[in-house]
């Protein structure tokens, strides 16, 4: 069974402040009404914060994966649209985390982004 490519994260915005929020909801919470609309959220971001999980956590949604736990990093996303979103993120090393553009790779059960390769320049 093949991986299919990520969804686009489900936003809202709200029609009367433009408050954008995720998970998207019909609450805005600044104007405190129903006035808010789903939107789509961009798939591509920069790491805003981070810390590495050196160890399993204990509950749900975690699942260990079959070879064992192995560290892995957590932290926030910023999006275009001026929110953070927390996430699962997928590196190399940890060292490449601070302000790296991601893009998303996975919405289930919760937002994952990898860090996008840079590109070298022509030598």
Do not use: H, N
């Not at 006035?35 to 790491?47: D, F, M, N, R, Y």
């Not at 953070?84 to 919405?107: K, S």
């Not at 990898?114 to 320049?121: D, K, Y």
């Amino acid at each position: 069974m093949g991986e299919q490519a990520p969804s686009a994260l489900a936003g809202s915005r709200c029609t009367v402040c433009d408050t954008v929020a995720y998970p998207a909801t019909t609450m805005c919470a600044r104007c405190v009404r129903p006035t808010a609309i789903a939107i789509e959220l961009s798939t591509q971001g920069v790491v805003w914060a981070y810390t590495v999980q050196r160890f399993a956590p204990k509950s749900p949604p975690y699942v260990p994966p079959a070879e064992g736990f192995s560290p892995f990093a957590v932290g926030y996303v910023e999006l275009p649209e001026g929110i953070r979103i927390q996430a699962i993120l997928e590196c190399d090393d940890f060292t490449e985390l601070e302000r790296a553009p991601v893009q998303l790779v996975g919405t289930a059960p919760v937002p994952r982004f990898a860090v996008v390769p840079q590109q070298r320049e022509a030598q």
